[in-house]
């Protein structure tokens, strides 16, 4: 079936430095969604791209959709405390279909 | 606006008893979706409705049926729990500016 793989499953790491979790689809994407949970929480929607080489920036986020729009990622600069939780890629593949990768886990020492 | 709003938040079931998940939408829109999530499986479609009186099969359907009662209700129904359907459940609906999803907080269930 169509897949998005997410790499990696978790990262740990000092709270200054950066992060980036990775999609790949096997198939193109109509575009990418990503999302954050909160540990307990509900996934909250962050950002879309839709265009081949796309890049979006949030504050110290940076979204980036590759030229094939079969891949993309997620950049965290000097990561803070808040930044704590699972980020989620999501695929679209059509009229109402999107596929979640699995997640990444993101926890940070202070 | 509350958004999506789901009940029950918590359920523990026995093997083989009945239960229906709650989702209500106040956004108006056609589109309504059933997932379930499971350590380091990420999110899993298990039915949607495009609209009103239309339902369709996800990627893991098996064990579960729906209802889209109106425009603002879907149910998702398990008529006989098993140990296995223990996740946590999220309904969704197209977020406010068409663009994302906006997610309920989450039924978590328990079958022992």
């Known amino acids: 079936g169509q897949q998005v793989m997410q790499i990696p499953q978790y990262q740990h790491v000092q709270e200054g430095e950066d992060f980036t979790t990775y999609c790949n689809s096997s198939?193109?994407?109509?575009?990418i969604q990503w999302y954050k949970q909160r540990p307990g929480g509900h996934p909250v929607f962050l950002i879309q791209?839709?265009?081949?080489?796309e890049v979006k920036k949030q504050k110290r986020l940076t979204f980036q959709f590759g030229e094939a729009k079969k891949n993309s990622s997620l950049h965290i600069t000097a990561t803070q405390t808040t930044d704590v939780g699972t980020y989620f890629c999501?695929?679209?593949?059509?009229?109402?279909?999107?596929?979640f990768g699995q997640g990444t886990r993101l926890t940070i020492n202070p | 606006n509350a958004g999506v709003t789901q009940t029950p938040k918590f359920q523990v079931l026995k093997t083989g008893q009945s239960m229906t998940l709650q989702c209500a939408q106040d956004?108006?829109?056609?589109?309504m979706y059933w997932y379930r999530q499971d350590p380091g499986m990420g999110l899993r479609l298990i039915y949607y409705?495009?609209?009103?009186?239309?339902?369709d099969k996800g990627e893991v359907p098996n064990g579960y049926n729906v209802s889209r009662l109106n425009k603002r209700e879907f149910s998702l129904r398990l008529e006989s729990a098993a140990p296995s359907q223990t996740s946590v459940y999220f309904c969704?609906?197209?977020?406010?500016?068409?663009?994302?999803?906006?997610f309920g907080s989450g039924t978590r269930l328990t079958v022992v």
């Open positions: 409705s495009a609209s009103e009186g239309t339902t």
């Open positions: 999501a695929g679209g593949m059509g009229a109402q279909k999107l596929v």
């Open positions: 791209l839709v265009k081949s080489g």
């Open positions: 969704a609906t197209p977020g406010r500016t068409f663009y994302g999803y906006t």
């Open positions: 198939t193109t994407l109509s575009n």
């Open positions: 956004m108006n829109h056609n589109s």
